[in-house]
């Protein structure tokens, strides 16, 4: 039954397949438990026949995933026959069929960017944008397999769609994918230049802002590529002018370049500042979300609390008279009531808004509100996640920082005290940002670092880098 079957496949008989499937309903089941083999779908799609293998995909989706024996994809076998037609419709169907990966880790994208047909990687590429980001077993991107066969309209393609990317991160993306290297540490560039490739194609990639100075595991660069070939004379007028792009795009030789930034930034002494930064990042790691969430809660109730006995301090303020205090009544009045007359009113209409404590009382609780209030700010800024999210709360809470003086300054008793009260917490608020800039500076520090021992360890058989 199960050749019958593949008969089917192959001419595309829909009422057939059917027929099969009234007398054995399990025998697509059957097929879908072994782990490789020649599914219908493999038959459909190597003899074209996309209306069969759309009807299969519908009742099996799982076997556009299955490998045959030979570790082909349905819709690798596409590819090799050239039924692009078929290879449209799966893509269709299922945009994730773009990444899977066949014999030695060939996607569909891959096998497209070999054979040349750009239609294909355009569409590809639409279709599943992280598809640029795969890599076979040696660890080579479609860019490498454009190099590699000298497919230089894929490569055009490829490149002019990396520069185009507008997803999340796209500048880090077309770093990483202009920058990979392969499993002999040629990026794209160093293998161009192997391969001999014409000047236009060397002058795309340098205008694609891709890095001229990394060095290989043979621990060449792209000028020192360029002039072992021309040591060896091949083709010497383009190698002459490649040599030349390279030198004005600020290409250099190995030995001038020592030691990399991130083996100079490890070898160099921690300084206070990483040390600190280091200390907060690893804190942050280890505080759960549920213990972030509640200490935020803890941080705003302390800043609203000091802020309020900024408004509000301890014995309250003097308040502004709307009129002059009226005059006592004349002593010689029968009905003359006793009258005092309040001092501090009548002598402080000036100082309206001022605390009533004491100049020392004011001190001390000057001192110790505004160091709960920046610390509970301090704190806040702390447990905000980075990104976004940080940009748009830190200037609300600039602001907030500064209607906190401003209140300090209206309150306090004496004018050399009122500029004391603005100074301190000035410098204490530069220090938290220039801190926080600091502190942000050298934990894009740490993450390339943490990024470049990634990559070294990423496993090149897998989806993504």
């Known amino acids: 039954m199960n050749e ?21 309903p399990y025998l697509l089941d059957r097929i879908a438990s072994v782990p490789f083999i020649n599914t219908p779908l493999h038959f459909a799609a190597s003899a074209g026949q996309t209306s069969f293998a759309t009807e299969i995909m519908r009742l099996k989706p799982i076997f556009a995933w299955k490998l045959n024996l030979y570790g082909f994809s349905p819709v690798h076998l596409a590819l090799q026959n050239g039924n692009y037609r078929t290879v449209c419709r799966f893509i269709d169907i299922n945009k994730d069929l773009v990444r899977v990966k066949g014999r030695e880790g060939l996607t569909p994208l891959h096998l497209a960017t070999k054979i040349g047909q750009t239609d294909l990687v355009a569409r590809f590429l639409s ?31 490829l490149v002019g769609w990396v520069r185009r990317s507008c997803h999340k991160c796209a500048h880090a993306t077309e770093k990483r994918v202009l920058n990979w290297a392969d499993d002999k540490g040629n990026t794209v560039l160093h293998l161009a230049l192997l391969k001999a490739l014409p000047p236009q194609t060397v002058r795309l990639l340098i205008d694609s802002n891709i890095d ?8 060449s660069t792209a000028l020192d590529i360029v002039e072992n070939n021309q040591r060896q004379q091949v083709n010497t007028a383009d190698i002459t002018q490649i040599r030349d792009m390279l030198v004005r795009g600020g290409a250099l030789r190995a030995t001038s370049l020592a030691i990399t930034p991130l083996e100079e930034d490890l070898r160099s002494r921690i300084t206070f500042h990483e040390r600190v930064a280091i200390y907060i990042t690893r804190l942050r790691r280890r505080i759960s979300n549920d213990t972030r969430n509640a200490l935020l809660v803890v941080a705003i109730l302390f800043a609203t609390s000091t802020y309020e006995a900024a408004i509000n301090p301890p014995g309250g303020v003097y308040q502004a008279e709307a009129k002059s205090p009226p005059s006592p009544p004349p002593p010689s009045s029968k ?18 808004g001022k605390a009533v404590m004491r100049v020392q009382d004011f001190i001390w609780f000057w001192s110790f509100n505004t160091c709960a209030f920046y610390l509970s700010i301090l704190m806040i800024c702390l447990l905000m996640p980075r990104g976004r999210v940080s940009v748009i709360v830190a200037s609300p809470l600039f602001l907030f920082c500064g209607c906190y003086m401003f209140s300090m300054l209206v309150i306090s008793p004496s004018c050399k005290l009122g500029i ?16 926080g800039s600091v502190y942000i500076r050298l934990s894009k520090k740490l993450k390339r670092y943490r990024s470049k021992q990634e990559d070294g360890s990423r496993f090149s058989g897998g989806n993504k880098w």
Request: charged share 15%; net charge negative; aromatic share 6%.
């Open 127 to 157: 279709a599943c944008s992280g598809s640029i980001e795969d890599v076979n077993v040696g660890s080579e991107t479609a860019l490498h397999m454009a190099v590699k066969y000298k497919q230089l309209e894929a490569l055009e393609v």
């Open 212 to 219: 001229l100075n990394i060095k290989n595991l043979e621990g």
């Open 4 to 24: 019958t079957l593949n008969v089917a496949a192959q001419m595309g008989d829909i009422d057939l397949l059917y027929k099969l499937l009234q007398v054995d």
């Open 335 to 352: 009905f003359s009531i006793p009258f005092r007359l309040n001092h501090h009113h009548h002598n402080n209409n000036v100082g309206a």
């Open 420 to 435: 004391a009260a603005v100074a301190l917490p000035c410098i204490l608020l530069v220090l938290n940002f220039w801190g």
